[in-house]
């Protein structure tokens, strides 16, 4: 069973900083790529940034720039450093990780997501 364990979630006013943690645990295959996803009220989730095992970090342009992420390969953890928050960037943060497919070819792996953590910017 994989889980994926958020942390980091919460309130801050407009401007401030919140970094936020997942770190997947349980029986993994290797993990290929590991993500932030968000969803506000009454809009479609929506992708954040990602980092690739094998590629460049990828952002969302609503957050490039403000936002950066990063992983600790040997802890099955990925980080979103949220900087310059803004009253649009609540949300409810999902974190997700693809695994490689069981014979390491190209194409998506597995997919987990976490439970999903409330991120909440006051202006």
């Known amino acids: 069973q994989v889980q994926l364990v958020e942390s980091g979630g919460g309130s801050v006013q407009a401007g401030g900083s919140l970094r936020l943690s997942c770190a997947v645990s349980?029986?993994?295959?290797?993990?290929?790529?590991m993500g932030w996803y968000r969803q506000a009220p009454g809009n479609q989730r929506e992708f954040v940034a990602s980092?690739?095992?094998?590629?460049?970090?990828k952002f969302a342009e609503s957050v490039e720039g403000r936002f950066d992420i990063s992983r600790d390969y040997a802890k099955n953890t990925v980080y979103l450093q949220m900087n310059g928050l803004r009253a649009e960037d609540t949300a409810v943060y999902y974190c997700?990780?693809?695994?490689?497919?069981?014979?390491?070819?190209?194409?998506?792996?597995?997919?987990?997501w976490g439970q999903g953590m409330q991120v909440t910017v006051s202006s």
């Open positions: 980092i690739d095992i094998s590629g460049p970090e």
């Open positions: 349980g029986n993994i295959f290797p993990i290929k790529v």
């Open positions: 997700k990780a693809e695994m490689f497919r069981p014979d390491f070819s190209a194409g998506a792996g597995q997919e987990y």
